[in-house]
């Protein structure tokens, strides 16, 4: 392993480590105001969605709108199973099935 | 240095037990993306050791796909770690949002919880966190089962993950069924309804116009605000007032 690959990853590493580690350390201790806390609470959905929506409808680099992924049309049965079971196991399963068959068809 | 349990003996065995159960969908999701990653790096010239060396020391992804792809360009030292930060800064979004579950715990252990924060990870602790029989220990269980799981699938791509077929079982699809099952947990109400479909819209139309992917911080900031001024101006009211 060259110098400069230890240092480069160690650089990665550091810069990666800081911004999950001092939210943690700096809000845990305080007490938060009530919107602060409200917005924190909105914010797992709003990542969820921000994090998933366009890998379902987008494409490509630079990325384009496509709607016609099967990433897309499996994830509507996915979710549907989802919402209906509220099961995470049951619609990781589904997801993976429903993908693979998709894989197969088309 | 109290932990809410004083000085309580702790009873490790079933903390670890759940914590790894609970991260199979991340593990599944982890091997496909980690052999993946593992092959690339490997067809770029880094050697199993260096590759888990980057696995251990950056834990990302995304960050690391872009960091092979920087290093066999041949870019230097700054850049690739600028990227870096850039692509990893939605961490700060997460951590801040666990911050409200992990009250009162010493820094010791939160400085060894902040290493696991991922997409992933923070997803499924935060689903969790709602239910009473989840706590930080079982967070912190699942987080480095994960990593394990990224680190070891990572290595094993590195010496030769092209022999296993591409695409099998649909495993390229856990992480977004798993991430669609904790969407459907997380809405608790019309408005957790509408801020998913604000940040979806929002990083759609942000991902399309900005490369890289600061359409995921910007998104989440812009529905998480539009949430609360919505809650302060007291349209749609959130089912969890009315649950016990």
């Known amino acids: 392993m060259s110098t400069k690959y230890l240092l480069i990853v160690c650089g990665m590493g550091l810069v990666t480590y800081v911004p999950r580690w001092f939210p943690l350390i700096f809000l845990s201790r305080r007490h938060l105001p009530r919107w602060l806390v409200e917005w924190l609470d909105f914010i797992p959905v709003a990542i969820l969605s921000a994090l998933v929506v366009p890998c379902l409808i987008t494409d490509g680099q630079p990325r384009h709108l496509d709607l016609l992924r099967p990433e897309l049309y499996v994830a509507i049965p996915t979710f549907l199973f989802g919402l209906k079971t509220k099961s995470l196991a049951g619609t990781v399963v589904v997801g993976m099935a429903l993908f693979w068959l998709a894989g197969m068809v088309f | ?244």
Not at chain 2, 197 to 206: D, M, T
């Open chain 2, 1 to 244: 240095m109290s932990s809410e349990n004083g000085n309580k003996t702790i009873c490790w065995v079933p903390i670890i037990r759940d914590g790894v159960i609970a991260a199979w969908p991340i593990c599944l999701g982890y091997f496909a993306i980690g052999l993946a990653f593992g092959v690339i790096a490997q067809k770029a010239g880094l050697t199993p050791l260096e590759i888990g060396f980057m696995s251990l020391m950056v834990f990302a992804g995304s960050a690391q796909f872009i960091g092979v792809s920087m290093l066999s360009a041949g870019a230097g030292f700054i850049p690739i770690v600028v990227t870096t930060f850039m692509v990893n800064l939605r961490h700060v979004l997460m951590s801040s949002s666990l911050s409200l579950y992990l009250r009162r715990i010493n820094s010791g252990w939160l400085t060894l919880f902040a290493y696991g924060v991922t997409d992933e990870s923070f997803a499924m602790n935060l689903t969790r966190f709602r239910d009473t029989t989840w706590d930080w220990r079982r967070a912190l269980v699942l987080n480095h089962t994960a990593n394990i799981a990224w680190i070891a699938s990572t290595v094993a791509g590195g010496f030769g993950g092209q022999f296993i077929p591409a695409g099998a079982f649909g495993i390229d699809y856990a992480l977004i069924a798993m991430f669609l099952a904790l969407i459907v947990f997380q809405l608790r109400g019309m408005l957790y309804i509408v801020i998913g479909i604000v940040a979806g819209s929002v990083a759609v139309i942000v991902s399309l116009v900005i490369p890289g992917n600061a359409y995921i911080i910007i998104a989440s900031v812009i529905a998480a605000t539009v949430g609360v001024a919505f809650k302060k101006a007291g349209y749609f009211r959130t089912r969890r007032e009315e649950s016990p």
